[in-house]
């Protein structure tokens, strides 16, 4: 295991606020540091040169400080893993299966590796264990602890205004790291974008239409995108509830533009994909007048973009071409009918493993529903379809309304975490829903246990003191 300067970084802040922070402390860590997507805290040679990225060494001191003896946390710990309990269902079957299921199906079935190498199109190979399978299940492991540690941070209402304050600046940095990346390429800004860039991932630059994609820190263009898209939804929906205002709005508008800029397909299907279920929503509820103005906004930002096309019709040229690469005419090309296979091995690898999943990391895929599918079965399929229900089940009548900021913070992280799953279902190669998925997750589900738990003490005194009265009417009456 060989350390980079950013996972020194991260063990020396990690020791010091784990003998000095609190548990919220650390939860802003896990949330700063999922920004550096294409970083790299340590390589791991022995496992092909694997990498540990940033937020699972941060996540690993929240979980350090939340098991220390002392801290406190014990309840909320058992708490956190019942209402994850579906989450853990699912990770730990898949951690078995990583292991087991490339030796059980061996020389069964031919598969698209996840390290591509210059083969053809369709290359395959013959099933066997590889260290994607080791280093597949402890991404896996990773997610589930961030969606613990996250549900326990959450459960202190500080620890959802830390999401969402940590959250702004976070997708300012992001935002910046994008323009960046555009203006900066060639130059010294370039070379410490690549310095950022460091993991042994593949480190996409990518041209269109004569026009760079964004990529900032992150990987890949497609990379940058999602992990745009999830703040977006977040920081619109925290707008939109009234959860500040004035700082949630601007990022929200900034990671908009910087989307549409992105020329990535995953970020044009997952603006329309949210924006088209929230807007539908909102009116079949008959309100939601933001939605409606943010409707109108949109309407004016495509008529601007009309009449700017008038004067420049060059621009509107520029701009077809682009959409027609990147959208129209994906899947008609090479890497569209390769994705569409990645995709059908999912569902072919759950029919020759009979229903038992060939193990996390044995294939590659293009969309996480085939990858948990193929990969974990009927098992993992269902514990994790359980969990998403427990996150977008409407609300009970002893849990809080909107009128609580917690709860509209929550609302807020679901839709976040759904948003996730939403492009992730087009664009993944794994079944890994990822710690970022994993932060939004815990603190939605944190936020109803957090506002809950108070009246529940409250009816709990409330039925003491009806009970001792009784019990005091009938000594009376004796």
Not at 282 to 295: D, E, S, T, V
């Amino acid at each position: 295991m060989v350390p980079t300067i950013f996972g020194v970084i991260l063990i020396a802040v990690g020791i010091a606020l784990f003998l000095r922070a609190s548990v919220v402390a650390m939860f802003v860590v896990v949330i700063v540091s999922s920004l550096f997507g294409g970083s790299a805290a340590f390589i791991l040679p022995a496992l092909g040169g694997s990498s540990v990225p940033p937020v699972n060494i941060a996540l690993l001191f929240l979980i350090l400080r939340i098991v220390v003896p002392g801290s406190g946390q014990s309840d909320l710990a058992g708490d956190s893993l019942r209402e994850n309990l579906p989450l853990a269902v699912f990770v730990l079957y898949g951690f078995v299966m990583a292991f087991v299921g490339p030796r059980l199906f061996a020389g069964v079935i031919e598969v698209a590796p996840m390290r591509q190498g210059n083969g053809t199109l369709f290359a395959t190979v013959e099933l066997a264990p590889t260290s994607q399978n080791i280093t597949t299940a402890v991404y896996m492991v990773g997610t589930l602890l961030c969606a613990v540690g996250g549900y326990i941070a959450c459960r202190d209402s500080r620890g959802l205004r830390a999401l969402v304050d940590a959250g702004v600046y976070t997708a300012w940095a992001h935002v910046v790291f994008g323009i960046m990346s555009v203006v900066g390429k060639g130059g010294a800004i370039g070379e410490i974008l690549t310095f950022f860039r460091n993991a042994h991932y593949a480190q996409l630059d990518e041209e269109v239409g004569g026009f760079l994609r964004i990529s900032g820190i992150q990987p890949e263009p497609s990379s940058f995108a999602i992990f745009g898209l999830v703040w977006f939804v977040f920081m619109f929906e925290c707008w939109s509830l009234r959860v500040s205002p004035r700082r949630t709005g601007p990022i929200a508008l900034a990671l908009l533009l910087i989307l549409i800029a992105s020329t990535s397909s995953s970020a044009y299907v997952g603006l329309a994909g949210y924006g088209g279920v929230r807007l539908v929503l909102a009116l079949g509820r008959g309100g939601g007048r933001k939605w409606i103005a943010a409707a109108v906004v949109g309407l004016a930002a495509v008529a601007g973009l009309v009449l700017l096309a008038s004067f420049n019709p060059g621009l509107l040229d520029s701009f077809v071409h682009i959409f027609d690469a990147v959208v129209t005419k994906k899947q008609g090309s090479s890497s569209g009918l390769q994705r569409a296979f990645w995709a059908r091995q999912g569902w072919t690898v759950f029919l020759a493993s009979d229903g038992l999943g060939i193990g996390p990391g044995s294939f590659r895929s293009s969309s996480i529903a085939t990858a948990i599918l193929g990969s974990t079965g009927v098992v993992g399929t269902v514990a994790f379809a359980v969990y998403l229900w427990r996150l977008v089940r409407p609300r009970r009548d002893d849990e809080p309304g909107l009128d609580d900021e917690r709860a509209r913070i929550g609302t807020a992280a679901m839709w976040a975490a759904m948003s996730f799953l939403l492009v992730a279902s087009l664009v993944a190669a794994g079944p890994d829903p990822t710690a970022l998925f994993a932060i939004f997750a815990g603190a939605a589900l944190a936020s109803r246990a957090a506002a809950a738990s108070p009246m529940r003490a409250n009816r709990r005194v409330q039925l003491r003191g009806a009970v001792q009265f009784e019990a005091a009417g009938e000594r009376r009456q004796r």
